[in-house]
């Protein structure tokens, strides 16, 4: 399962971690990433890091945003920079996981956190 925090309130400009801990019976973790949903909006992707290192970001975060994992821990990280009210949402962890290595990856979602952003 995954465990998602660090969500809360925000001026805008500020700064913001969000961590997602991966549990349970975990043999890799191909992927990890973040989605966010605003009040009646899709749930949009916001970053994706693979297990190779490679990310990609949309577009409204690039330069303001950076996804990171580590490995050793099962956990993933979203750092977010220079916060406007635009990523005011509910922001959720995505991972792909294998938990063995004879079995295919599944795709879990960690319960959403909220970021608002407001002065």
């Known amino acids: 399962q995954l465990q998602a925090s660090g969500g809360g309130l925000v001026q805008p400009g500020g700064s913001l971690r969000l961590s997602c801990a991966a549990s349970?019976?975990?043999?890799?973790?191909?992927?990890m990433g973040w989605y966010r949903q605003a009040p009646g909006k899709k749930r949009e992707l916001v970053a994706r890091?693979?297990?190779?290192?490679?990310?990609n970001y949309a577009d409204s975060v690039k330069g303001r945003f950076t996804i990171s994992r580590d490995n050793a821990k099962n956990t993933g990280y979203l750092f977010m920079n220079s916060l406007k009210s635009e990523d005011t949402a509910d922001y959720y962890c995505?991972?792909?996981?294998?938990?063995?290595?004879?079995?295919?990856?599944?795709?879990?979602w960690g319960q959403g956190t909220l970021v608002t952003v407001s002065s």
């Open positions: 890091v693979l297990g190779n290192g490679a990310t």
């Open positions: 995505n991972a792909w996981v294998l938990s063995n290595p004879g079995g295919f990856p599944l795709e879990y």
């Open positions: 349970g019976s975990i043999f890799i973790i191909n992927s």
